[in-house]
């Protein structure tokens, strides 16, 4: 899992599974800590849902993640394996780091 910082408080993320579910849009299966949460978006979008039952993702968080996901949609146009996407997270976030204003 893969940390991240939001508001203070780090966060470990990991995708789990990706299904298509139409030619434009994917479900995520992701972790967060130790808790499973499901993201409906359109491909090289932002648009992330919350498709889970749990409480609501942070709007800091959700955007953080969704942002990453279409990152590297945007960049493959294709469907890599899982533990190549987890290391593009990594690649991701560092990115993120470096070019935020506090």
Do not use: W
Request: aromatic share 8%.
């Amino acid at each position: 899992m893969i940390p991240i910082a939001t508001n203070d408080q780090t966060y470990f993320l990991s995708i789990v599974h990706i299904t298509k579910q139409a030619p434009d849009h994917l479900i995520y299966g992701i972790l967060i800590n130790d808790k499973s949460y499901y993201l409906s978006k359109t491909v090289g979008l932002n648009d992330c849902r919350q498709l889970d039952n749990r409480v609501a993702l942070e709007d800091d968080l959700m955007q953080e993640v969704c942002e990453i996901i279409t990152s590297f949609e945007k960049i493959y146009q294709e469907y890599p394996s899982l533990d190549f996407i987890n290391r593009e997270i990594i690649k991701s976030l560092v990115r993120l780091r470096k070019t935020a204003v506090h």
